[in-house]
């Protein structure tokens, strides 16, 4: 056994970016619910085991009340249910806050998930483009060799060490890598990116997101999908069954704190 050690908890701000959402108090319990399994997860040392502060913010409702960068370990732009190429001006306040984040602020972290994985990608030059089929639920997308080594797969929860499943909720996705800022693309297809100042991670899917909080969107798949009323209840029932399925949300938490706390060797080499 390692020697003993203690840590202080992880100063995590979590900004949510959903427009007048009725689910926002259910997406941050998820938030809470993975987190602190992961962080249960994550070490044999029961000291290391400390769960995240996290402390939530609500840009698209009250732009002015953002983190302060010096205050917290790491910054998660998470998911939201606005195109962020839109001009408001809550959209375009956060934009300069995660560009001053990154310029002003090296030792904050941060992480893009979903909505945020497409903001930072922008900003840093990539091409965002409207899907065809949008995802809904679990999906499986082919790790790179730098996402890999990330993860250290082999991992006990999926068995395939070249793919990760995680839960999909978007319409849009991003078309084109960065192309400022030096990122390692760590999904295929421009889903997961880590820069090489190794300050910067972003990920398409929702590893937050539980089939508990997942399933109160099923029925975004009615207009998503087009699906008509007469397929409706076998659709969603297919839909919600995806839903439901394992995913490596957890999985990929638990590296995330590592990835914070700079306890993989592997995070500070040239992936």
């Known amino acids: 056994m390692s020697p003993s050690r203690t840590l202080s908890p992880l ?19 998820s938030y809470v619910r993975t987190i602190t399994a992961a962080a249960n997860l994550g070490s044999e040392d029961d000291e290391a085991n400390t769960t995240p502060e996290l402390t939530f913010f609500y840009p698209a409702e009250n732009e002015d009340e953002l983190p302060d960068p010096d205050e917290y370990d790491l910054i998660v732009i998470g998911g939201g249910n606005v195109d962020p190429r839109r001009k ?3 959209i375009s306040k956060l934009h300069q806050f995660i560009l001053d984040v990154v310029a002003h602020h090296p030792q904050t972290k941060l992480c893009g998930i979903c909505w945020g994985h497409q903001t930072i990608c922008m900003l840093f030059g990539a091409e965002l483009v409207d899907m065809e089929t949008p995802e809904l639920g679990v999906t499986e997308a082919q790790l790179t060799p730098a996402g890999r080594r990330f993860l250290h797969r082999p991992n006990p929860i999926n068995k395939d060490p070249t793919t990760l499943r995680l839960q999909q909720h ?9 192309v400022r800022g030096g990122f390692h693309e760590l999904l295929a ?3 997961a990116f880590l820069n090489h100042n190794n300050t910067i991670l972003t990920w398409q899917g929702h590893p937050e997101k539980d089939a508990k909080c997942a399933k109160l969107r099923v029925r975004d798949a009615t207009r998503w999908f087009s699906i008509s009323a007469e397929e409706e209840k076998t659709a969603l029932a297919e839909v919600e069954k995806v839903m439901g399925e394992e995913d490596d949300g957890r999985e990929v938490w638990v ?6 706390r700079g306890e993989h060797p592997g995070y500070q080499v040239h992936l």
């Open 11 to 29: 100063r995590i701000a979590v900004l949510l970016n959903s427009y007048r959402s009725p689910f926002i108090t259910d997406i941050r319990d």
């Open 88 to 90: 408001m001006p809550w």
């Open 170 to 178: 978007h319409r849009r996705a991003v078309g084109s890598p960065p």
């Open 189 to 191: 297809d421009n889903q």
């Open 255 to 260: 590296r995330i704190l590592e990835w914070v």
